[in-house]
Each structure stands twice: as C-alpha cells, then as structure tokens.
C-alpha cells in the first residue's frame, strides 16, 4: 500500500489532475480547488492510500502538478 498527499490549501486549480484521473480527483464548485475523492484529511493536508498498482499513474499526476503539492508515499 502506498499513500497520495495532496497539500490542498497550495493547490492552484489547474485541474491537471483531474484531467489525467478523474476517478482520484475532482474540482470542488466551492473553492476551485482539487479535492482528492475519499481521502482523510486535517488543516488541508489529504491522504488516500492506493494499491500498488495506482503508484505509477499517481507519480505522474504528482509530476504533473505545476505547484508540485502532491506526494506518493
Ligand atoms: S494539479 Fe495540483 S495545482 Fe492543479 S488542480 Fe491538481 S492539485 Fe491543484
């Protein structure tokens, strides 16, 4: 098991991620930003843990992020 960090308040809205994986990421209407689907999270920092085999595609949308706030554990 490995985990996906999204350190929201930093997050820009480009909708990158969202774009490349819906089924993780959707843009939330209220404030623009990226809302990582089912993850737990406190003071804006998110956690989702995904299997194994979501790593590779997860370290693209973190190497896509132009504000670099998403990290694979
Ligand atoms: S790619 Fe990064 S900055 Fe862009 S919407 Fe997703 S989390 Fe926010």
Same mark, same amino acid.
């Given at each position: 098991m490995h985990k996906v960090i999204q350190?929201?308040?930093? !997050?820009? =809205? !480009? =909708?990158i991620c969202y774009e490349l994986q819906p089924e993780l990421w959707r843009m939330s209407k209220k404030d623009g930003k990226a809302t990582l689907i089912k993850a737990v999270g406190k003071k804006q920092v998110f956690i989702l843990s995904i299997p194994d085999s979501e790593v590779p595609k997860s370290q693209e949308i973190a190497a896509a992020c132009p504000v670099r706030i998403i990290k694979i554990i």
């Open positions: 350190y929201r308040s930093k !997050c820009i =809205g !480009c =909708g």
